[in-house]
């Protein structure tokens, strides 16, 4: 049923050899189409199951034996129906799946007519077999048919009415069954239109979520671009024209050439400047906000975030240090949503010794290997590197299930901090 996979995840366990691990490594929308879509399919298992409660002893068994069988097809047919409206790779089953809904409806239809009727309309088989077989497994029309949908509770009722009636029942009493089991179906219907609107509902979220978080990597991919062009076109540019006017000049032997190229080291010099102010402010990260953004981001990765963080504690800290943290905290949950499989992720800093400590655990989807430290890649490097320039370490370990970050910074300023290189690193 679930219609996501994520690339680079490892291969999904089947589910009946593991249906816990199985069940977690789905999204929770990919839960919900599975618990729909079972729900929905149990729809054509009532009737055979009723009447082969129902008619057991009301006539030869063999009678009983294909009234059962051809229920049981007629819910087969209903679960095709319902796949195909469901579960669009299915789709092409909706027409096939129509006729064999239809043919079997109408071979019960007339194999009721075969079965004894009793005086008592609740306990005649004949009534069981007419209502059981047009108010569930029909009713899976209205997924793949809107408009078609609501004439099944018109059908179900006329069935039941005509069928009371040729029982030799009372008026009264062919009214009272037919609007009933119209209802009945009605309410039925409502039910499968509701529960197949609500899961539309969550896909389209789901992909608005999606596309809302490409967006906004590409206006912002496009902001970058478009600073770093206002700053260095035109200086490059100038330097272009400069250049070639200090080639010139120096071909004439002309003194000016000099005092020319000593203008294009400074343009080149102050191109770099702004360069690196761009880079700054692209890269500049603040604690307080990177904690707020790992949780929009963490939530939009369908990852349940504990953050035990109190705002006054980390605002109480020098801002090296908050900048420090706060890369360590990127990192940590850039590695999570990217590198893991997490479901759980929790944030927590505390001050301990004269020491900011930020730890970041979650569960991971790999094999579990207690106390294992983790290769680390080109963004933990960095960040280590980062960190032991402040004075600070950086672990990174596997225990059992769970993947563990620990950033340790002083909570006192180094006296040989210097912001500007630290924004401008990576």
């Keep these: ?68 069988v051809v229920s049981a097809a007629q819910g087969l047919a209903a679960f095709v129906v319902l796949r195909s409206g469901l579960e669009p790779p299915h789709a092409e089953q909706r027409r096939p799946g129509l006729v064999a809904l239809g043919l079997t409806t109408a071979a019960l239809l007339g194999l009721a007519a075969a079965t004894p009727a009793a005086g008592d309309l609740a306990g005649s088989p004949r009534q069981a077999v007419v209502a059981y077989t047009v108010m569930f497994s029909p009713a899976a029309v209205a997924v793949v048919h809107r408009r078609a949908g609501w004439l099944v509770p018109l059908f179900a009722g006329a069935a039941v009415a005509v069928s009371a009636a040729l029982s030799g029942q009372e008026a009264r009493v062919v009214v009272t069954t037919g609007t009933a089991t119209a209802l009945a179906s009605a309410f039925i219907v409502m039910t499968l239109r509701l529960s197949v609107w609500l899961l539309d509902v969550v896909r389209q979220l789901a992909d608005a979520q999606g596309d809302r978080s490409r967006l906004a990597v590409a206006e912002e991919r496009l902001r970058f671009a478009r600073d770093l062009h206002d700053v260095v076109g035109r200086d490059l540019s100038a330097i272009a024209l400069k250049s070639e006017v200090v080639a010139r000049l120096a071909e004439r032997g002309r003194p000016e050439a000099v005092a020319e190229a000593l203008a294009v080291r400074e343009l080149a010099q102050s191109s770099l400047a702004e360069v690196r102010a761009v880079v700054r402010g692209h890269r500049r990260a603040d604690l307080l906000t990177e904690l707020a953004g790992a949780r929009a981001l963490l939530a939009s990765a369908e990852v349940a975030c504990e953050v035990r963080v109190e705002d006054a504690t980390a605002a109480a800290l020098p801002a090296p240090v908050q900048e420090a943290l706060a890369w360590a905290l990127r990192e940590a949950v850039t590695n999570v949503v990217r590198h893991g ?26 094999a579990p290997s207690e106390g294992r430290a983790l290769r680390p890649g080109a963004g933990l490097s960095g960040l280590r590197e980062r960190l032991e320039a402040r004075g600070g370490s950086l672990d990174v370990r596997r225990e059992r299930d769970r993947v563990v970050l620990t950033a340790t910074v002083p909570a006192s300023p180094s006296p040989v901090d210097h912001p500007e290189e630290l924004g401008a690193s990576a």
């Design 1 to 68: 049923m679930p219609r996501r996979t994520t690339s680079g995840a490892p291969p999904r366990p089947a589910w009946w050899r593991s249906p816990r691990a199985w069940w977690a490594s789905l999204s929770q929308v990919q839960r919900v189409e599975v618990y729909t879509a079972q729900v929905l399919y149990w729809l054509g298992a009532i009737a055979p199951l009723l009447l082969l409660v129902l008619a057991r002893g009301s006539g030869p068994a063999w009678q009983t034996a294909v009234v059962v």
């Design 341 to 366: 499989h997490a479901r759980t992720c929790a944030v927590s800093l505390a001050v301990v010794g004269g020491a900011a400590v930020l730890v970041v655990r979650n569960d991971d989807g790999a």
